[in-house]
């Protein structure tokens, strides 16, 4: 075969990139049913939030190792996922590139995209072996942008970042929801998701990082507005998220209201007014704390030998 | 049936650096020792303990991130896939599993695995869907049913592939392993939690910790300090051969020699972190080969061990303090 091109794949930037991707493959793939806010809560990447001290517009995608972070939530929906990634610069880079190259093209062969880090996250949807390329959606744009294979895996950043898909399997709502609200509290309390560096806060400490740049005003505009804009539209995915799952437990209702309120401090937001969006941030954080409360109500409940075993993986400094 | 000639696995205390010793030997991708490989991969610098010395203690790290880098710091390419069994999504990655393996066998090369402990799969019959394996013990091959791959009775299910292997600077790997020693030694593991181990440095003040208190398992401190006696003899080993200092321990590499007179000119601070490490080892192996000394006395040699690896790694600064300084903060990031 000298070309695949898949229609079907329609990526949209609307929630983080990388979830905007994933439910577009895995909606094309027939691997996932369902609205992109109950993709993103399942997998618990509506909850995954950081921020650069300097409010940098990488803090969006910076909530840790990809790797990492992103196979757990992939997992809880009962998909097989295949990944590799790392640092350009690594000697063993052009092996992995043209290993990559291969399974990407296996996997459109099979009909499944294949999420890649452009950057942001993108989906390759198609390549073409006669002109040596990939077609790859970067949800803003119906054009496609194009990656030679040679080029593939290198950009401005100094990584590199593929993942496919494989089978599926079905796993009870009730299970995937215990899970993301176990996902969302690990994130909620994990201050730091790329030690050694402390420049990026997470979960809690987001906020913190946000109102503190805001106030002392020494920040990135853009990427102010693009954190507050992403950060709002996370909130608004997890109230809708929780509105559809609250009828398996009265917290997941609760905690769904305090979501309501949340989104409510937000109509209008303006940088111009930064007292008014520190206010709003910190309401936010007590009341976003009161509903990992409950979650943590909610999870003690049940046990959870994913978090009570000690893993042989998971969470690293980068090397 | 596929069976690899000649693929046996020589357990000598060494997980996981046993199994992929077998592998690489076997398909020639490496050639040196044993104590080479547990350098260059960094491997043999880890120091890791359960503050109650359990028997687990060697093989509790990361394994996804420290077997790629054992795999990366030495040009070689891996791809590997782990979890916990009771995972929903376990029944899926066996058959992925099983898959990659045999085409790992079909191309020639053994796979790592973890079956309780690491081994290496050196075979398979599809007929009667069973993977043959080598644990070390013994020159047997073992069978396991595919249906049974991840029945350890352990949480854990593992495996690593090795693809290739691309030409590198063993002057660089070298120089790359003490880094990263350097940063071992600092450096808790991420993925563990720290009020139940410890790293390095810091492994040192629990094992004597837990030998004054009394409060440890017996059993597996003899295991651990048994495991950890090899890693240390592997290091002095290692860094006599980088210092083209002939050991007396063991006999030197032919990969080695080839450099040695360059690397002696080069590196003396590494002669002076091989003194050090081969005093470790002679401790070590102290504490190793009497498990009845009382434990007043086995703190007493631990804590010389712990004075000596600490100059052994204050060497090692010396020899790379230039491209230390250039990773500011974050000695481990290449």
């Known amino acids: 075969m000298s070309g695949v091109y898949l229609k079907d794949i329609r990526m949209k930037r609307e929630s983080k990139s990388f979830a905007d991707s994933l439910h577009a493959v895995l909606t094309a793939a027939g691997m996932f049913e369902g609205p992109k806010y109950m993709l993103s809560g399942l997998t618990g990447m509506a909850f995954k939030f950081s921020v650069h001290e300097r409010l940098l517009p990488l803090s969006v995608s910076a909530y840790g190792n990809w790797g990492d972070e992103h196979s757990p939530g992939v997992d809880n929906i009962g998909v097989l996922t295949i990944w590799d990634g790392g640092r350009s610069r690594h000697p063993t880079f052009r092996f992995y590139q043209q290993d990559a190259i291969r399974w990407v093209k296996r996997s459109l062969d099979e009909g499944v995209g294949v999420i890649y ?30 990656v030679l294979y ?70 990135d505009e853009g990427g102010a507005r693009y954190i507050l804009s992403s950060f709002v539209y996370a909130r608004d995915e997890i109230r809708r998220y929780l509105a559809e799952v609250a009828h398996l437990w009265p917290q997941l209702a609760e905690a769904g209201s305090r979501y309501g309120e949340l989104a409510g401090l937000f109509d209008g937001w303006s940088l111009e007014n930064a007292q008014g969006l520190i206010g709003a941030l910190e309401q936010a954080a007590a009341l976003e704390e009161r509903a990992m409360e409950l979650f943590r109500e909610l999870s003690r409940q049940y046990p959870d030998p994913r978090r009570d075993t000690v893993p042989r993986w998971g969470i690293s400094s980068a090397r | 049936m596929v069976v690899l000639e000649g ?19 076997h398909r020639g991708w490496f050639r040196g020792s044993k104590a080479m490989l547990s350098g260059m991969t960094v491997t043999g610098f880890r120091f890791t303990v359960n503050r109650r010395l359990t028997a687990e203690s060697a093989t509790a790290y990361n394994w996804h991130s420290e077997n790629f880098l054992a795999a990366d710091f030495t040009g070689m390419t891996s791809s590997q896939h782990m979890g916990f069994v009771f995972q929903p999504t376990w029944p899926l990655y066996r058959e992925l599993a099983i898959a990659e393996i045999k085409a790992s066998i079909d191309r020639g090369a ?24 080598s644990d070390g013990r ?10 049974r791959f991840g029945n350890n009775g352990t949480p854990y299910w593992y495996y690593q592939i090795i693809e290739g292997r691309i030409p590198m600077d063993e002057h660089a790997i070298v120089k790359e392993s003490f880094l990263q020693a350097i940063f071992k030694w600092e450096t808790h593991d991420l993925a563990l939690p720290e009020r139940g181990y410890a790293c390095g440095r810091a492994a040192y003040d629990a094992i004597v910790t837990a030998l004054r208190s009394g409060d440890y398992d017996r059993d597996g401190a003899r295991e651990t300090f048994a495991t950890y006696a090899a890693f240390k003899r592997d290091l002095a080993e290692y860094t006599a051969g980088a210092a083209g200092v002939r050991s ?35 401790l070590f192996e102290r504490i190793a080969a009497e498990p009845g000394l009382p434990d007043a006395e086995r703190i007493l040699l ?6 000596a690896e600490e100059q052994a790694i204050a060497a090692l600064k010396a020899l790379v303090r230039e491209t230390a300084d250039n990773r500011y903060h974050d000695i481990g990031l290449r």
């Open chain 2, 110 to 133: 053994g796979a790592v695995f973890w079956h309780g402990e690491f081994v290496v799969a050196a075979g398979y019959d599809d007929e009667r869907s069973v993977l043959y394996y």
């Open chain 2, 138 to 147: 013994d020159s047997q091959l073992r069978e396991l049913p595919y249906e």
């Open chain 1, 117 to 146: 880090w452009l950057p942001e996250f993108g989906v390759i949807h198609g390549y073409d072996d006669e002109d040596r390329i990939f077609y790859i959606q970067d949800g803003y744009s119906s054009d496609d942008r194009i």
């Open chain 1, 150 to 219: 040679d080029n593939f895996g290198l950009n401005f950043t100094e990584f590199w970042y593929a993942r496919t898909f494989g089978g599926a399997v079905r796993v009870p709502l009730e299970t995937m929801v215990l899970e993301s609200v176990r996902l969302a509290l690990h994130d909620w309390d994990t201050p730091y998701r790329t030690l050694p560096n402390t420049d990026i806060g997470s979960g809690r400490l987001a906020y913190s990082y946000l109102t503190q740049a805001l106030r002392s005003g020494d920040y």
């Open chain 2, 302 to 307: 631990f804590e010389a061990a712990r004075q």
């Open chain 2, 248 to 282: 007396q321990a063991a006999a030197v590499t032919r990969e080695v020699d080839e450099h040695a007179a360059q690397r002696a000119g080069a590196w003396p601070e590494v002669a002076a972190a091989a003194e050090c490490y081969g005093e470790v080892s002679r």
């Open chain 2, 7 to 25: 693929l046996r696995m020589r357990s000598e205390r060494r997980p996981y650096t046993d199994a992929l010793h077998a592998v690489l030997i």
